[in-house]
Structures are given as structure tokens and as C-alpha cells.
């Protein structure tokens, strides 16, 4: 085989890896992107079966223990101040869950309008807000960094609720 | 006092680092051989004021000095002494010192094993080490300083996340970083090479040991990172395709690809700009990997807004190394000799192949990465992909690499024939199709063809070394007695391959495992896997700076005591935070495991995992590695020594 035949045969070999991977890519992001949507977007646009990432602020007191099928799950109702949506979980809910605080959770609508999460995501403190329901915030006008304030802390996000309630 | 003993050395390490650029690398554009002698002791003096530099922090650390913002920001008094040591590194600013002070190491570690390099390579090797590490102590000082002080000193710290008050996150940044500057040798190498303008097969014996040894604590870093997840956080996973464990992922799927092709040019001079291109790529990578993340930019473009000076500042300096090397790379590359011919079906081919396979399998990872925070910067999409995306575009492309992975050392360098090769590794495809099918069968398929495939690397390099020694064919006893002949080389491939397969297998069964989640009191005994899980006693319990709530579970099958295991909560005072401990009980090929949650009205909630297969994902990660430093124990790598070219080529 001939140099050239050899260089043409390896670049061949390399634009289908790459082609390949590409497309692999394509293919998957057709299926498997998971929008993420605060309860409003949920209840505007939420199909059932559809994955999505909902992220909110667990409204305090509403966590509770429930039986279903045998096994132990946690329910709590999340909220962007505007809607509210049932979340089931099942399972152990991350040690930095708070009632009151941000959280993120992935999983699906069922039939009844609930939300049967597959996973809870819980990472703040008291001053860190996951960019997600920050952007829920900020979409929901609680705040706006163009004003260059800082985030509200967690601990009032509580009472900014209830001032949205007061509101509506 | 010694913080600013600290300050001052982290400053001065910065100037040393800028002539340890400068002055090499125009001294190796001069000829000049007292500018190029300068590299080694610049090189030893910036390691030791980055070594005072780290000790400082430490020190105030170590002693509680409140007044150094970073540790009023990081520990607290009551914090056990061990992680007030190794919280010094465990925050962005002490990270990046770390990051630092290996990359000096690095540039040490050149100028002692370096001897036998031509002295304009090694001078350029060492100041292109010191332009890299300039940037990022510019940064440090400039930006993200570790021992600014803080006035009126605070009585007390903020306290450390518990979540990082781990022995096993101890030890994994240190060795991480090792596996990610590491590779900043590599690339020194390569960008001298460029600016040289020549390489040879003596570059590929001088860079591969560098890169087989970033490589192996590269491995042992993920692992460990990986493990630490499994019992720390508690969710029974493994890994979870988050940003940061891509951002390790990816420089270790290229470093990879860099330990292969570095073979071909050592062996046979060919794939040599290729081998340049995957040494910056790879350090590229590890070092928008480590920054990316540990800046937050990863997570959230909206991270720049709180800190735009920082975000500019990384993204200006990753800009002009990656930037930089890639454009000296288009300039020069084409300068470069031509290297051997080889035939597609040939070892250089397999290579060549496996180089593929691992670049696309980091494209793809690569794009999921990046896409989510790219697409909310452009469109303002809010989207994540999760393990099914990857899952999805990574699983294609793994199957033929391990295909490929027992093919490939069989074959001849040169050119090669199929059938020959395929025809020694019959009798390992029929073991491989027995497992796979017979897994397939009896749980589920795509197991199924994961044990195949760990059947067929295990196996397959069972059979390498059995080839080798002539097993069956000689009598026992000599080829009991080749088996001390085979040259490091070939036990460390048959080794990591093997080890792949065993994380493989792990992979595999770990699908099968099983867990429960459940609400119940004392007393009470749950069956998961054949096992009865005993809920004996909830009990309240002292920590040194946490107060922990403890369940104790017997785990008992047809009767007999398997394991008392003992999963808690933990609750911080410091700052009311709780965590998980996880009780794990292992038996190699399975773990029980077990974890504590929320409790209400007396009952407490438990979940219940059978993991099977769990401890082999960490422990082919460990013989993997065990194959890296194998191979760097083969004499014709070891740099200094003569420089033999081949000699004793067939046991390659």
C-alpha cells in the first residue's frame, strides 16, 4: 500500500470515530435532555412519563412519611410561590434538606399531577442557593442580579414566600 | 508573622517561576549553556518557597489563626487535627497552592531524572513548567491568596463542611492533582518538542514514563474519588456523571490514549504529531478540568456574576496555554519528520484504533459536559443530561474498544495477520461467549454482554502471558521458568487490561444490585438478597465535634451472623449541618450496606442495599494501576538509563 493510501485510510479511520461520536451524541441528546422547570412550568407544560428537573423551595410543613407498595417513601410539596406540586420520593432524602430551602429534584409527572422523584438534590447551606432554583428566583422576579444585590439567604426564603402568597 | 513569611514566599515563588521561563527557554534559543543551566536550581528554588508557602498555611492552620481569612473561612477550633492539616488544601485557594507546589515538584523531579536529555530539550522542558506554573501562582497572589489576613481576627472559624471531614478526601485531592499536573510533564515535552522542532524515539522513552506515572495516580484518584461518593454520600452510587467526576474522566480517557501512542513512537517513530496533539490535549484538559470546576463556572455560568474577576482571570490563562500550545502546535507540527509506515492490520493499527475509540468516548463525554452550560449561556435553556445520555453514547463505543483491547497485543508490529491472532484466542472468545451468555440468560442481557466482555479481557490476558511462556507446550517446569523472562512491559498491559476487566465486571453485577427503603421500629427484620437485616437498638452517641445518632442492624443469613453493622447520622454543631455515615460491610464480591435516615413516631428509616459486585469497580481501578507502575519498571523506559534501541524487540 502506498504512503498516500496509508494517510488517506488512518484520516478515514478518524472522521468516522469522530462522526461517529458526534452522531452518537446527536441521537441521545434527542432523548435523554432533561429540561429543568419550576411547579409553574411543571403545570403549564408537564406531560406524563416526560423527565424533567423541577426545582422549588420545599413549602415548610408539608414533609411526610407515607407506605406505598410495601416500601417507605417522603412526601413534600415544592414550590415557586405560584404553584405548588406533590413530590413523592423514594428513598433517603439528602442531608441538607430543609423545609423552606431549595431543592431540586428528578423525576416525572404521574397521572394524579403528582411528581415521583428518582432523585432529590439538596446542596446548599445557609448562603448557598443551587443555580437552578436560583434561576427560579430570579425567573419569579424575588431577585435580580442586574440591581447587583446579593441573593437573598436562605433563611428568607421562607418569609418571601409568604409575602408572594400575600400577593396573589 | 508566618503567614506572611507564607505570603511572601508565595510571592517570590511567582518570580522564580517567571525566570524559570524566561531565562531557560532563551538560553535555549541563544545556545547559551549558563542561561540553560540556570533551569534546575530555579526549578529547586520556587519548590522550596512554594514548600515554605504551604507550610505556613498549615502552620495557621494548624494552630487555629483565625486571622487568616482563609482559615477563619475553612476550620474551627473544635475540628479534628487531621483535617485541620488536610483542610488546608481541601478549599479553592489552598487547592490551587497544592496544584502549585506538585507542578514545582514536577519541574524538580525533571531536573533530577533529567540527565541524560539533551540540554536545550531539558532546558525548554523545565521553562515551559515554569511559564505554566507562573500563570497560576499569578493567580493565586493576585486573586485567590490563601494567607490574606483578616482584621479584627474572629474568635472562631466557620467550620469545615462535614461532608469533607473524611479520611478518604484526605488523601484523594493530593493524589489527583498528582495524576492531573502530572501530565503537565507531557506536555512540557511536547511543546519543547515543538519548539525544537525535532522528536524521536528517544522523546516517546523519555515521555511515556511521565505519562504511565501521572496515569497511575490519575487512576488511583478517580477511584478514590469514586469510592468516597459510595459510602460518604450515601446514595449507594457510584459514579453520577456530575461535572466534576467528567472533568476527571476526561483527561484520564485521553491520558490513556497518550500511554498507547506513546508505545508506536518509542517502537516504531510513528503517530508522533498525534502523540504531541494528545499531550496537550491531555493536560488541556486536567487543567480546565480542575479550574472549571473548582471555580464553579461548570455548574453555573451565573458563577462568573459573583466572581467575574476570577472567572476572566482562568478563562484568560487557560486561553493562552491551551490557546498558546495549540497554535505553536499548527505552526510547527508540519516541520516534523515523517514518521514509520505501518499497515492498517498491524499492533501500530490496533493502537491507532484504541487511540480512536478513547478519543471519541471523550468527545462524547465532553459534549454532555459542556452542552448544558452552554446552551443556558447561548439560548437560555435550562437542561442537564444525566447518566442515560451517557450511558447512551458511552456504551457504544466501550463494547468494540474491549473488543479491540485483546485483539490488539497479539498482533505483530508492521504488518500483521487476523487469522493467526484470532486463531490464538479462540478458546478465550468461547469462555468470554460462555459467561455472557450464560449471565444473559440468567439476569439480564446487557450484564450479560458486560461479563462477556470482562470474561474477554481477564481471560485474554491470562492467555497473553500464557503464550508467552509456552504454557502446555513446554514441559511445567520451563515454562514455569520463562515466566521470570517476560519484560515489565508486557505483564503491566496484561495487567491493567485485566484490571479494566475486573472494574468491568463490577460494573456489571453492580446493575443487578438490589435496595430497599424502608419505615420501621426497633425489632423488626427486613429480607433483601437472601438476607435477614435486624433492626436491634437506636441510640444516641458523642462525637468529637458531632453528636451521633447510631442504629445498630444485625445481618444474619439462615441463621448465621453475617455482620453487625452500625449506620449513623451525624449532626454538626458547628454548622447545623447532619451527615450520613454509612455502615458497608464487604465481602469482596458484594457489599452490604446500609444507611440511616429521618426517624418519626419511634420508627426510623432504613435503606437497605445488596451491592453486588461494588468492590470490584474500586479494585480494578487499583490493579490497573498496579499495570501502570508494572510497566514503569521495564528498564528501556527508565529515563537515565542507556539508551539501547532495541535489543530484545520481541517480547515488546
Same mark, same amino acid.
Given at each position: 500500500?502506498?504512503?498516500?493510501?496509508?494517510?488517506?485510510?488512518?484520516?478515514?479511520?478518524?472522521?468516522?470515530?469522530?462522526?461517529?461520536?458526534?452522531?452518537?451524541?446527536?441521537?441521545?441528546?434527542?432523548?435523554?435532555?432533561?429540561?429543568?422547570?419550576?411547579?409553574?412550568?411543571?403545570?403549564?407544560?408537564?406531560?406524563?412519563?416526560?423527565?424533567?428537573?423541577?426545582?422549588?423551595?420545599?413549602?415548610?410543613?408539608?414533609?411526610?412519611?407515607?407506605?406505598?407498595?410495601?416500601?417507605?417513601?417522603?412526601?413534600?410539596?415544592?414550590?415557586?410561590?405560584?404553584?405548588?406540586? /406533590?413530590?413523592?420520593?423514594?428513598?433517603?432524602?439528602?442531608?441538607?434538606?430543609? /423545609?423552606?430551602?431549595?431543592?431540586?429534584?428528578?423525576?416525572?409527572?404521574? /397521572?394524579?399531577?403528582?411528581?415521583?422523584?428518582?432523585?432529590?438534590?439538596?446542596?446548599?447551606?445557609?448562603?448557598?442557593?443551587?443555580?437552578?432554583?436560583? =434561576? =427560579?428566583?430570579?425567573?419569579?422576579?424575588?431577585?435580580?442580579?442586574?440591581?447587583?444585590?446579593?441573593?437573598?439567604?436562605?433563611?428568607?426564603?421562607?418569609?418571601?414566600?409568604?409575602?408572594?402568597?400575600?400577593?396573589? | 508573622? %508566618?503567614?506572611?513569611?507564607?505570603?511572601?514566599?508565595?510571592?517570590?515563588?511567582?518570580?522564580?517561576?517567571?525566570?524559570?521561563?524566561?531565562?531557560?527557554?532563551?538560553?535555549?534559543?541563544?545556545?547559551?549553556?549558563?542561561?540553560?543551566?540556570?533551569?534546575?536550581?530555579?526549578?529547586?528554588?520556587?519548590?522550596?518557597?512554594?514548600?515554605?508557602?504551604?507550610?505556613?498555611?498549615?502552620?495557621?492552620?494548624?494552630?487555629?489563626?483565625?486571622?487568616?481569612?482563609?482559615?477563619?473561612?475553612?476550620?474551627?477550633?473544635?475540628?479534628?487535627? @487531621?483535617?485541620?492539616?488536610? +483542610?488546608?488544601?481541601?478549599?479553592?485557594? +489552598?487547592? %490551587?497552592?497544592?496544584?502549585?507546589?506538585?507542578?514545582?515538584?514536577?519541574?524538580?523531579?525533571?531536573?533530577? &531524572?533529567?540527565?541524560?536529555?539533551?540540554?536545550?530539550?531539558?532546558? &525548554?522542558?523545565?521553562?515551559?513548567?515554569?511559564?505554566?506554573?507562573?500563570?497560576?501562582?499569578?493567580? *493565586?497572589?493576585?486573586?485567590?491568596?490563601?494567607?490574606?489576613?483578616?482584621?479584627?481576627?474572629?474568635?472562631?472559624?466557620?467550620?469545615?463542611?462535614?461532608?469533607?471531614?473524611?479520611?478518604?478526601?484526605? @488523601?484523594?485531592?493530593?493524589?489527583?492533582?498528582?495524576?492531573?499536573?502530572?501530565?503537565?510533564?507531557?506536555?512540557?515535552?511536547?511543546?519543547?518538542?515543538?519548539?525544537?522542532?525535532?522528536?524521536?524515539?528517544?522523546?516517546?522513552?523519555?515521555?511515556?514514563?511521565?505519562?504511565?506515572?501521572?496515569?497511575?495516580?490519575?487512576?488511583?484518584?478517580?477511584?478514590?474519588?469514586?469510592?468516597?461518593?459510595?459510602?460518604?454520600?450515601?446514595?449507594?452510587?457510584?459514579? $453520577?456523571?456530575?461535572?466534576?467526576?467528567?472533568?476527571?474522566?476526561?483527561?484520564?480517557? #485521553?491520558?490513556?490514549?497518550?500511554?498507547?501512542?506513546?508505545?508506536?513512537?518509542?517502537?516504531?517513530?510513528?503517530?508522533?504529531?498525534?502523540?504531541?496533539?494528545?499531550?496537550?490535549?491531555?493536560?488541556?484538559?486536567?487543567?480546565?478540568?480542575?479550574?472549571?470546576?473548582?471555580?464553579?463556572?461548570?455548574?453555573?455560568?451565573?458563577? !462568573?456574576?459573583?466572581?467575574?474577576?476570577?472567572?476572566? !482571570?482562568?478563562?484568560?490563562?487557560?486561553?493562552?496555554?491551551?490557546?498558546?500550545?495549540?497554535?505553536? $502546535?499548527?505552526?510547527?507540527?508540519?516541520?516534523?519528520?515523517?514518521?514509520?509506515? $505501518?499497515?492498517?492490520?498491524?499492533?501500530?493499527?490496533?493502537?491507532?484504533?484504541?487511540?480512536?475509540?478513547?478519543?471519541?468516548? *471523550?468527545?462524547?463525554?465532553?459534549?454532555?459536559?459542556?452542552?448544558?452550560?452552554?446552551?443556558?449561556?447561548? $439560548?437560555?435553556?435550562?437542561?442537564?443530561?444525566?447518566?442515560?445520555?451517557?450511558?447512551?453514547?458511552?456504551?457504544?463505543?466501550?463494547?468494540?474498544?474491549?473488543? *479491540?483491547?485483546?485483539?490488539?497485543?497479539?498482533?505483530?508490529?508492521? &504488518?500483521?495477520?487476523?487469522?493467526?491472532?484470532?486463531?490464538?484466542?479462540?478458546?478465550?472468545?468461547?469462555?468470554?461467549?460462555?459467561?455472557?451468555?450464560?449471565?444473559?440468560?440468567?439476569?439480564?442481557?446487557?450484564?450479560?454482554?458486560?461479563?462477556?466482555?470482562?470474561?474477554?479481557?481477564?481471560?485474554?490476558?491470562?492467555?497473553?502471558?500464557?503464550?508467552?511462556?509456552?504454557?502446555?507446550?513446554?514441559?511445567?517446569?520451563?515454562?514455569?521458568?520463562?515466566?521470570?523472562?517476560?519484560?515489565?512491559?508486557?505483564?503491566?498491559?496484561? @495487567?491493567?487490561?485485566?484490571?479494566?476487566?475486573?472494574?468491568?465486571?463490577?460494573?456489571?453485577?453492580?446493575?443487578?444490585?438490589?435496595?430497599?427503603?424502608?419505615?420501621?421500629?426497633? +425489632?423488626?427484620?427486613?429480607?433483601?438478597?437472601?438476607?435477614?437485616?435486624?433492626?436491634?437498638?437506636?441510640? #444516641?452517641?458523642?462525637?468529637?465535634?458531632?453528636?451521633?445518632?447510631?442504629? #445498630?442492624?444485625?445481618?444474619?443469613?439462615?441463621?448465621?451472623?453475617?455482620?453487625?453493622?452500625?449506620?449513623?447520622?451525624?449532626?454538626?454543631?458547628?454548622?447545623?449541618?447532619?451527615?450520613?455515615?454509612?455502615?458497608?460491610?464487604?465481602?469482596?464480591? *458484594?457489599?452490604?450496606?446500609? @444507611?440511616?435516615?429521618?426517624?418519626?413516631?419511634?420508627?426510623?428509616?432504613?435503606?437497605?442495599?445488596?451491592?453486588?459486585?461494588?468492590?470490584?469497580?474500586?479494585?480494578?481501578?487499583?490493579?490497573?494501576?498496579?499495570?501502570?507502575?508494572?510497566?514503569?519498571?521495564?528498564?528501556?523506559?527508565?529515563?537515565?538509563?542507556?539508551?539501547?534501541?532495541?535489543?530484545? #524487540?520481541?517480547?515488546?
Amino acid at each position: 500500500m502506498k504512503r498516500k493510501y496509508r494517510r488517506l485510510w488512518l484520516v478515514g479511520l478518524c472522521l468516522t470515530g469522530l462522526g461517529s461520536a458526534v452522531g452518537l451524541s446527536l441521537l441521545a441528546f434527542r432523548q435523554n435532555v432533561i429540561f429543568f422547570v419550576t411547579p409553574s412550568g411543571l403545570v403549564q407544560q408537564g406531560t406524563p412519563g416526560q423527565v424533567f428537573r423541577l426545582g422549588g423551595l420545599v413549602q415548610s410543613g408539608t414533609l411526610k412519611r407515607a407506605d406505598q407498595d410495601g416500601s417507605s417513601v417522603a412526601q413534600f410539596q415544592v414550590t415557586d410561590g405560584v404553584k405548588t406540586v /406533590e413530590v413523592t420520593y423514594r428513598g433517603i432524602l439528602p442531608d441538607l434538606f430543609r /423545609e423552606g430551602q431549595g431543592v431540586v429534584a428528578l423525576g416525572s409527572l404521574d /397521572e394524579h399531577g403528582g411528581f415521583q422523584a428518582s432523585e432529590v438534590l439538596a446542596k446548599h447551606d445557609e448562603n448557598y442557593m443551587p443555580p437552578d432554583v436560583e =434561576a =427560579a428566583l430570579k425567573k419569579l422576579g424575588y431577585w435580580n442580579p442586574a440591581t447587583g444585590q446579593k441573593p437573598p439567604p436562605a433563611s428568607t426564603w421562607n418569609a418571601l414566600l409568604a409575602k408572594s402568597k400575600g400577593n396573589s | 508573622m %508566618i503567614p506572611e513569611l507564607g505570603h511572601y514566599a508565595l510571592a517570590l515563588a511567582a518570580v522564580i517561576a517567571f525566570t524559570q521561563c524566561f531565562l531557560p527557554i532563551w538560553g535555549a534559543y541563544r545556545r547559551d549553556a549558563r542561561l540553560m543551566g540556570a533551569a534546575g536550581p530555579l526549578a529547586v528554588a520556587q519548590l522550596l518557597a512554594l514548600a515554605v508557602s504551604c507550610f505556613a498555611l498549615v502552620y495557621s492552620s494548624v494552630v487555629s489563626d483565625f486571622s487568616v481569612t482563609n482559615v477563619y473561612e475553612n476550620s474551627a477550633s473544635t475540628k479534628p487535627l @487531621v483535617y485541620k492539616i488536610t +483542610g488546608a488544601w481541601g478549599n479553592h485557594e +489552598g487547592s %490551587i497552592l497544592l496544584w502549585a507546589l506538585i507542578l514545582a515538584l514536577c519541574g524538580v523531579a525533571v531536573t533530577l &531524572r533529567g540527565g541524560g536529555l539533551p540540554s536545550s530539550l531539558r532546558a &525548554r522542558v523545565i521553562g515551559v513548567l515554569g511559564g505554566t506554573s507562573a500563570g497560576f501562582l499569578l493567580y *493565586a497572589v493576585l486573586l485567590s491568596n490563601p494567607l490574606l489576613r483578616t482584621w479584627p481576627a474572629p474568635a472562631e472559624g466557620q467550620g469545615m463542611n462535614p461532608l469533607l471531614q473524611d479520611p478518604g478526601l484526605a @488523601v484523594h485531592p493530593p493524589i489527583l492533582y498528582l495524576g492531573y499536573v502530572g501530565f503537565a510533564v507531557p506536555f512540557a515535552f511536547a511543546v519543547a518538542a515543538l519548539l525544537e522542532g525535532r522528536i524521536d524515539a528517544a522523546w516517546g522513552r523519555w515521555v511515556r514514563p511521565w505519562a504511565l506515572l501521572s496515569w497511575c495516580f490519575l487512576t488511583c484518584g478517580i477511584a478514590l474519588g469514586s469510592w468516597w461518593a459510595y459510602y460518604e454520600l450515601g446514595w449507594g452510587g457510584y459514579w $453520577f456523571w456530575d461535572p466534576v467526576e467528567n472533568a476527571s474522566l476526561l483527561p484520564w480517557l #485521553t491520558g490513556t490514549a497518550l500511554v498507547h501512542s506513546a508505545i508506536v513512537v518509542e517502537k516504531r517513530e510513528a503517530l508522533k504529531i498525534w502523540t504531541v496533539l494528545l499531550a496537550i490535549g491531555t493536560f488541556s484538559l486536567s487543567l480546565s478540568g480542575t479550574f472549571l470546576v473548582r471555580s464553579g463556572i461548570l455548574n453555573s455560568v451565573h458563577s !462568573f456574576a459573583n466572581d467575574p474577576d476570577r472567572g476572566v !482571570f482562568i478563562l484568560g490563562l487557560l486561553a493562552i496555554v491551551i490557546g498558546g500550545s495549540l497554535v505553536l $502546535f499548527a505552526w510547527r507540527a508540519p516541520k516534523l519528520a515523517e514518521g514509520g509506515l $505501518f499497515a492498517p492490520l498491524s499492533r501500530e493499527g490496533a493502537l491507532v484504533l484504541n487511540n480512536l475509540f478513547l478519543v471519541s468516548i *471523550a468527545t462524547v463525554v465532553l459534549i454532555g459536559t459542556m452542552y448544558p452550560p452552554f446552551a443556558d449561556l447561548l $439560548f437560555g435553556a435550562k437542561i442537564s443530561v444525566g447518566a442515560p445520555f451517557f450511558q447512551a453514547t458511552v456504551l457504544p463505543l466501550v463494547v468494540p474498544l474491549i473488543a *479491540a483491547m485483546t485483539i490488539g497485543p497479539v498482533l505483530a508490529w508492521k &504488518r500483521a495477520q487476523l487469522g493467526p491472532a484470532l486463531l490464538r484466542l479462540w478458546w478465550v472468545a468461547l469462555i468470554a461467549l460462555a459467561v455472557g451468555s450464560f449471565a444473559a440468560v440468567g439476569w439480564k442481557l446487557l450484564p450479560g454482554i458486560a461479563f462477556g466482555g470482562a470474561a474477554w479481557l481477564i481471560v485474554g490476558s491470562l492467555a497473553e502471558i500464557a503464550e508467552r511462556i509456552r504454557l502446555f507446550r513446554l514441559p511445567f517446569g520451563q515454562s514455569l521458568a520463562r515466566l521470570g523472562g517476560i519484560s515489565p512491559a508486557v505483564w503491566g498491559s496484561a @495487567v491493567a487490561h485485566a484490571g479494566f476487566g475486573v472494574t468491568v465486571a463490577g460494573i456489571a453485577a453492580m446493575s443487578l444490585a438490589t435496595s430497599v427503603v424502608v419505615s420501621v421500629p426497633v +425489632g423488626s427484620v427486613q429480607h433483601v438478597a437472601g438476607y435477614d437485616w435486624k433492626l436491634v437498638s437506636l441510640e #444516641t452517641l458523642p462525637g468529637p465535634n458531632y453528636i451521633s445518632r447510631e442504629a #445498630t442492624i444485625d445481618v444474619t443469613r439462615d441463621g448465621k451472623l453475617i455482620a453487625v453493622m452500625r449506620p449513623a447520622r451525624h449532626s454538626f454543631t458547628s454548622q447545623q449541618q447532619t451527615t450520613t455515615d454509612t455502615a458497608i460491610h464487604t465481602m469482596i464480591y *458484594a457489599d452490604l450496606y446500609a @444507611v440511616l435516615g429521618d426517624e418519626s413516631g419511634g420508627d426510623a428509616v432504613l435503606r437497605l442495599h445488596y451491592n453486588s459486585g461494588a468492590p470490584l469497580i474500586w479494585l480494578g481501578g487499583l490493579i490497573m494501576a498496579l499495570g501502570g507502575v508494572a510497566s514503569l519498571l521495564d528498564r528501556r523506559l527508565r529515563v537515565g538509563a542507556p539508551a539501547r534501541r532495541r535489543t530484545v #524487540t520481541a517480547t515488546a
